[in-house]
C-alpha cells in the first residue's frame, strides 16, 4: 500500500492539521506509507495522534494540543 499523494495522507489521519512545508508533508507521506506497508494501514490509524505528535518535533513545531 503506497500513500501516493496528501490527500490519501489526511484521510488516513482523519485530519488536515498537518504541519509542514508542502515538501516536509511529502516525506511525511513517504513515511507513513512505508509504516503502513510494515504495520498495515489500521496499525497507523490507530497511532495517528502519537505519529502527528512526533511528527510535529521532528520539524520543529510544537504538537497540538487535544481537544
Known amino acids: ?21 508542502p515538501e516536509q508533508l511529502e516525506l511525511f507521506c513517504i513515511r507513513l506509507g512505508e509504516l503502513a506497508e510494515i504495520n498495515g494501514r489500521e496499525w497507523v490509524f490507530r497511532h495517528r495522534e502519537r505519529l502527528l505528535k512526533q511528527w510535529a518535533v521532528a520539524i520543529g ?3 497540538r494540543q487535544q481537544t
Open 61 to 63: 513545531q510544537k504538537p
Open 1 to 21: 500500500m503506497k500513500l501516493q499523494d496528501q490527500e490519501a495522507l489526511f484521510r488516513l489521519l482523519r485530519t488536515r492539521e498537518v504541519p509542514g512545508t
